[in-house]
């Protein structure tokens, strides 16, 4: 049997047995891979040493096991994202939650790339982001995912009538409504009032590069980022880890 090769990065391990690691992966081609090295633990192996969070790791493994446990027999360091293990353990925290997040719309069966793209480079600019707020950063982060995974907010119209949302003064951000509403539609229970300003800024973290996340102008960002979470709460999961 040939094994696989592929490039992918690790998000959670987990002890298995006397010696074993179980490491679950997310890989280029966006599934979720859940990978067994054997004796990982024992003092004469390197693979613990390797095994890495914030990098890309090519694994290597073979297509047989149980319940889609795959037996790994190697890793490689491809991509270090080195200064995220050298920061704080808090932005650590935060950066692994945004992933294990996003690891909630993939599956073991399906694909989506550009799910990992987005969590790539979020990752390697991360030196770049310092500055730019973080509640606008894990706004911006889970907006790229939903979208790429079917789950577009309705950002620049009014959700429920379809009208250009610049034309009301008062509007709303409704996650049961699919996004933003305007003044003359009605406005369900979830509803948070809101302003045009709001749905510029969402199109904004949806459309830019993170990089460019530092232009942003945005009075509340911690306003917004509720938004997206309120909406990813009620189309995702509620255990969304904030
Ligand atoms: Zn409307």
Same mark, same amino acid.
């Given at each position: ?96 939650? &945004? ?12 694909? $989506? =790339? !550009?799910?990992?793209?987005?969590? %790539? /480079? ?83 973290? &949806? ?12 009075? $509340? =960002? !911690?306003?917004?980022?509720?938004? %997206? /979470? ?13």
């Amino acid at each position: 049997m040939l094994p696989v090769k592929i490039n992918g990065i690790l998000f959670r391990k987990i002890r298995f047995q006397e010696s074993s690691l179980i490491v679950n992966a997310i890989t280029e081609n966006g599934t979720l891979r859940s990978l067994l090295f054997k004796g990982a633990l024992r003092r004469s192996s390197k693979l613990s040493n390797e095994l890495l969070p914030f990098a890309v790791l090519k694994f290597t493994y073979y297509h047989k096991g149980s319940k889609n446990i795959y037996i790994a027999s190697q890793v490689e360091l491809v991509e270090d994202f080195e200064f995220i293990r050298e920061s704080g353990y808090y932005v650590q925290v935060e950066i692994a939650k &945004l992933v294990k997040n996003a690891t909630q719309l993939l599956t073991s069966d399906s694909e $989506n =790339p !550009k799910v990992y793209s987005v969590i %790539v /480079e979020m990752l390697r600019k991360w030196r770049e982001l310092e500055n730019v707020n973080l509640h606008l950063l894990k706004a911006g982060f889970m907006l790229k995912i939903l979208t790429f995974s079917g789950f577009r907010p309705t950002i620049s119209t009014c959700a429920n009538c379809g009208e250009s949302i610049s034309e009301s003064k008062q509007i709303f951000f409704s996650p049961s409504a699919g996004g933003f509403v305007c003044d003359a539609c009605p406005t369900p229970s979830d509803s948070f009032s809101s302003n045009f300003k709001d749905s510029l800024v969402m199109g904004k973290l &949806l459309s830019q590069s993170f990089d460019r996340y530092i232009e942003i102008v945005v009075r $509340n =960002p !911690k306003r917004i980022n509720e938004f %997206v /979470e309120r909406f990813w709460m009620y189309h995702v999961s509620e255990k969304f880890d904030v």
